[in-house]
């Protein structure tokens, strides 16, 4: 018999992030609570820290520029990192790097400060010594990316309604960094900010 039990339950407000460990087995649901909002998600193998999710990867081996249920989310080592066993949306986007200081310098003209998925991932891995320097490209959960015959990207809302959820187990220890997408100037979180809500679950045999 086993019984699902939640261990941490958590919400992140519009614009923030947190990283958290997950171990082998455990289960990472992450829910659109409001809908329509992204969440940036990267996973590093907590055993060693050179291991990271990789988008191209995962294209490669699922075959795929889209996510079903039973595929995994590679490492840049082609090992397993997770398995998506539960998916209420359907849509989900590989291709685009976080949002970051540059891309709202270079893409929107903005040169005030702005949040920002690559400073919140990197700000939650530094709470475990994990050195998060470079510009990567996550599993945007929940975002809708449309790309044409011709190739040509288009970013269109997210099709996820409140309460919608996918749900990801561990394939080994991790050290997970989720942001709510803090692009509140174009259609990727519907033109506002809003939080994600972040549970991890254990599945006990007993
Ligand atoms: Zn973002």
Redesign the pocket.
């Known amino acids: 018999m086993t019984r699902l039990i939640t261990l941490q339950k958590f919400i992140i407000p519009p614009q923030q992030g947190k990283a958290f460990r997950v171990t082998q087995g455990q289960f990472v649901k992450i829910i659109d609570i409001e809908g329509k909002q992204?969440a940036?998600f990267m996973a590093i193998n907590s055993q060693d820290y050179t291991e990271i999710f990789s988008s191209g990867v995962t294209m490669d081996c699922n075959g795929s520029i889209y996510l079903r249920i039973g595929d995994y989310l590679f490492s840049n080592k082609y090992n397993k990192l997770l398995e998506i066993t539960e998916d209420k949306v359907g849509r989900h986007d590989l291709i685009h790097p976080?949002?970051s200081r540059r891309m709202y310098e270079t893409q929107y003209k903005i040169y005030n400060i702005h949040p920002?998925?690559h400073e919140n991932i990197q700000r939650g891995f530094e709470k475990y010594d994990i050195l998060y320097d470079t510009l990567q490209t996550p599993l945007n959960i929940f975002m809708n990316t449309a790309v044409d015959s011709e190739g040509a990207i288009k970013i269109n809302s997210p099709v996820s309604k409140p309460g919608d959820y996918i749900v990801l187990k561990a394939c080994c220890d991790l050290v997970i960094s989720v942001?709510a997408?803090?692009?509140q100037e174009s259609a990727?979180n519907d033109f506002l900010c809003k939080p994600i809500g972040v549970e991890i679950v254990n599945n006990t045999k007993f």
Do not use: Y
């Open positions: 992204v940036d976080t949002c920002s998925c942001a997408c803090s692009v990727c």
